[in-house]
């Protein structure tokens, strides 16, 4: 699948910093925004992501002081935006299978990806054999 | 009426006593009764004594047990908070390190300028972490309860040997008001507040805006106040409730540049001192930490 835009949410701007560099180089064409207030992205979302007519991808930070990652995607649903272009990828720490478990129940989460994040991991994860 | 055969021996010492000629007579009867009403009397007051002592090791068990309970609690939590701290920032440096690999291959000194800065700022949060689980290590054993009189130079000399990493080379200003009489209190429990809150006000600054931290410790009989204030990012109150209660309640919050840990330790060091902390900020204008704890002066 190939993405056009690609959306980072991360409280850490060291994080933040890093993962656009290897998104950048996994997917040179496409346009890459990054957030690290989560709530900056929820309202982003409903002014402009929710209207693409195109696939987008969220690296989404599970665990943020403000907001877990789960919590967030709750708010977008409670919103009733349109989520049906976005694909996320869950952005972990460490991997925990009561995580993987909570990812079930939300559609819109493609995969895991562990930090640090890399092209190889991105690969795996986006072809689900993570 | 005849002694009976074989009695406890106690008993029959007793009894040869009061019968020296082994006839049971009207006289030694009443004597031996007498006697006999004593050792119940005493009987039942070392049972109410030993129920008693029973009750109290009981409840002291308890308490210990509780206690117990809420330190293993809290250790957990706190070892699951601090490895995740520590995992977030060891993989932000492996992946700004392959950063670096990529930009040194390609020569780019402008990124590898930028990877460098943020590289430094990682391993300095990684730093301030490892800090706050050693104090929190130390503070769990007795060493926060020796109180001092506390010496305004002396303290003043600790906290910017312990802050100077995070102040070199930024345009910090940082104003002391000590205002001590004779202040009787925990040396290492004010280290541990001024170092943390100051360390957050140095890392939550503006970028290319002069730093200005005002630290103050004032005190009366009965009470004795820390603040310190800054003019830094500050925080949106509207949206933090649910996030200061996480960086103050829960180490695990702080995947956040070692915000966490300082907040917690704080929290923790004032909870057990009776202590309150009032907690003001303002996005883009700054914030003001206000702790304060009972000087108990009779003690």
Redesign the interface.
């Known amino acids: 699948m190939k993405y056009n835009t690609i959306i980072l949410v991360d409280?850490?701007p060291?994080?933040i910093?890093?993962?656009k560099?290897?998104v950048s180089e996994f997917e040179p064409n496409a346009d890459i925004v990054s957030f690290d207030n989560p709530?900056k992205f929820i309202d982003e979302f409903k002014q402009t992501f929710s209207k693409s007519t195109e696939p987008i991808l969220l690296l989404l930070?599970i665990?943020?002081?403000?907001?877990r990652g789960f919590e967030l995607i709750e708010l977008l649903e409670e919103n009733e935006e349109d989520m049906s272009k976005l694909d996320i990828l869950i952005v972990t720490?460490?991997k925990l299978n009561s995580d993987l478990e909570k990812a079930s129940r939300y559609p819109n989460i493609i995969g895991f990806i562990e930090?640090?994040?890399?092209i190889d991991k991105l690969n795996k994860a986006l072809s689900g054999l993570n | 009426m005849k002694i009976p055969e074989n009695p406890n021996r106690l008993l029959s010492r007793q009894l040869k006593k009061t019968f020296p000629d082994g006839e049971l007579t009207n006289e030694g009867m009443n004597k031996f009764i007498e006697l006999v009403n004593e050792v119940y009397y005493s009987h039942d007051e070392d049972r109410l004594i030993y129920q008693r002592a029973e009750q109290i090791s009981n409840r002291e068990l308890e308490k210990t047990n509780e206690e117990l309970q809420i330190k293993n609690d809290f250790l957990d939590t706190f070892n699951h908070g601090m490895a995740h701290d520590v995992k977030n920032h060891t993989s932000n440096i492996i992946g700004l390190v392959n950063m670096l690999k990529k930009y040194s291959e390609k020569q780019n000194i402008d990124m590898i300028k930028q990877i460098n800065q943020q590289l430094e700022m990682s391993a300095n949060q990684l730093t301030s972490i490892v800090q706050g689980f050693l104090y929190l290590s130390r503070s769990e054993s007795k060493i926060d309860n020796q109180f001092t009189i506390i010496k305004k130079d002396e303290l003043i000399e600790f906290i910017n040997l312990e802050i100077q990493f995070l102040t070199k080379g930024k345009n910090v200003t940082i104003n002391y008001n000590f205002n001590l009489n004779d202040l009787f209190f925990s040396r290492h429990i004010l280290k541990i507040i001024f170092v943390n809150l100051i360390s957050n006000s140095i890392k939550y600054s503006k970028p290319n805006k002069e730093c200005i931290i005002n630290v103050s410790l004032t005190h009366d009989f009965n009470n004795l106040e820390l603040k310190v204030e800054d003019n830094g990012i500050g925080i949106d109150m509207k949206h933090a409730q649910k996030k200061l209660y996480n960086l103050f309640n829960q180490p695990e919050s702080s995947e956040n540049k070692g915000f966490g840990v300082g907040l917690f330790l704080i929290k923790k060091i004032t909870d057990r001192n009776n202590g309150t902390i009032n907690f003001n900020s303002e996005l883009n204008v700054g914030t003001q930490v206000a702790i304060k704890f009972p000087l108990e002066i009779n003690k």
């Open positions: 409280d850490n060291t994080t910093f890093y993962h560099d290897v709530y930070d665990n943020m002081p403000e907001i720490s460490s930090k640090p994040i890399d």
